[in-house]
């Protein structure tokens, strides 16, 4: 499974982005999907996750409200839609993936992706 992640940007606080990860591979309908991200000099964390389905979703407090993930199977496509952007959002943001036997969202992820930058000022 291989994963491009896009749609960063720099925004100023209150905006929006959307981000957008597509996945090749033919295993993506049974693919669980992350997005995680990194700011300088901290240590990488999950932002949101979910299952291969799209029933179940998962979501960091720091981002609960604001953001949401979503799952396009027929575009093998995963979203992230960032609402009312904060400072603190700033970092890098990576898609992941793991194949999955079961409809969850789980603690790891197998594949990761490029990141994209996202930059908001206040």
């Known amino acids: 499974v291989q994963l491009q992640a896009s749609g960063g940007g720099s925004v100023q606080t209150g905006g929006s982005l959307r981000l957008s990860c597509v996945t090749s591979?033919?295993?993506?309908?049974?693919?669980?999907m992350g997005w995680f991200r990194q700011a300088p000099g901290k240590e990488r964390e999950f932002v949101a996750g979910?299952?291969?389905?799209?029933?179940?979703?998962m979501y960091s407090d720091s981002v609960k409200g604001r953001f949401t993930i979503s799952k396009d199977n027929a575009e093998n496509t995963v979203y992230l839609q960032m609402n009312s952007l904060k400072p603190e959002d700033t970092a890098v943001y990576y898609c992941?993936?793991?194949?999955?036997?079961?409809?969850?969202?789980?603690?790891?992820?197998?594949?990761w992706g490029l990141g994209t930058q996202v930059t908001v000022s206040s």
């Open positions: 591979g033919r295993t993506f309908r049974r693919c669980a």
């Open positions: 992941a993936a793991s194949e999955m036997a079961y409809d969850y969202v789980p603690p790891s992820y197998d594949y």
């Open positions: 979910i299952s291969w389905s799209g029933g179940t979703t």
